[in-house]
Each structure stands twice: as C-alpha cells, then as structure tokens.
C-alpha cells in the first residue's frame, strides 16, 4: 500500500509539473517599466526600461514605446503606468512634494469636485484607484486662466505642474496652470 502511495503521489507530482502551460509570450508592444529614477538631467528620461522581446534593459525608450506622441512635454506621464503604480506613484508624490516641485505631470483618473465648508471654495481633482479599486488617492488641479472646468465625475486627462501651497496651516499639492486633455 505504501508503494501505491508513493506511485501516486510522484504521478500527481509530475502531472502537476507538466499541466497545461499558459501563453506566456510577450506582445510586440509589451514594454515594462523597471524603475523611476530621480535625475536632473533633461537628457536623462529618468526610466528604466525592460522590453521582454528582446530580454534588454534600456534606459533610453525607442519612439514606438511611447503610447502618446506628446508624451515627450512632461517630466512625470502617469498615464503609461498600470493602476497600482499610478497609486504608489501619486502617493509618493504626495509624500515626497520636494522631488516633483516644478515638474510637469500627466494623469488620468475621475474628476471630483470638493466644496470648502466655510468659503464655499471649490476644489477640482483627479482621482485614481489602485488595482482593487480599494483605495484611491488623487491630486489638486487649478486649470489656466479662464479655461472652464468640466463637469465632476467624468473620465479625464490633465497636464499641469506639480506645486504645493499652505492653507489653514497644512500644505497641499496641486497641478498649476493644468490643461485638460
């Protein structure tokens, strides 16, 4: 009986180990962002690419890894990220202000609009969720002068520069001088 076990049990084994593979190979476009890294040089794109076609890392992108032609006007494009990097990516921004003081950023997420209890100012922001869509987080946006606003709860695409400001005694992050996309 105990050699029937074991005869088994290598069976499921090796059944296990040679089931059913999944297409694991990769797109032609699939291209995955390794790190971001924190450069002042503006010949420096600041990320590290990996292409899994040809198992390389670059730290320069070809022209057909930019998914937006003018990708190339902003410092900061949260817009080629997957959504649970959006996530982290804006909650460190939220965190580390000093790094991203002055950079243009391109996001995309739901546009909410806040009210200010006492002034009755209006606060417009982008939101983005995680994976789950657990937990959100978002930013600040004040468009250019005299552009109108669009209505809260819709999809949208805002470029603006990242600048903080103190309020009541907290300071708060914002994108300046935004433009909707």
Do not use: W
């Amino acid at each position: 009986m105990k050699r029937f076990i074991a005869i088994l049990t290598a069976v499921c084994v090796m059944l296990a180990a040679t089931g059913c593979k999944k297409n694991t190979e990769p797109a032609d476009d699939d291209i995955t962002i390794i790190s971001v890294k924190d450069t002042d040089d503006p010949e420096d794109p600041g990320v590290q690419l990996f292409d899994p076609n040809t198992a390389v890392l670059r730290d320069e992108p070809r022209e057909d890894d930019l998914k937006d032609p003018s990708a190339t006007d902003v410092d900061v494009d949260l817009t080629v990220l997957s959504s649970t990097m959006v996530y982290a990516e804006v909650f460190y921004m939220l965190n580390t202000p000093e790094k991203y003081r002055g950079k243009t950023v391109r996001m995309e997420g739901l546009h909410a609009v806040y009210k200010s209890g006492d002034a009755g100012t209006e606060y417009h922001t982008c939101i983005v969720k995680d994976a789950t869509e657990c937990c959100a987080t978002g930013l600040e946006f004040r468009l250019e002068d005299g552009a109108e606003y669009p209505e809260g709860g819709q999809s949208i695409k805002v470029v603006g520069v990242f600048e903080t400001y103190e309020e009541d005694g907290a300071q708060y992050a914002t994108l300046t001088d935004a433009r909707i996309e």
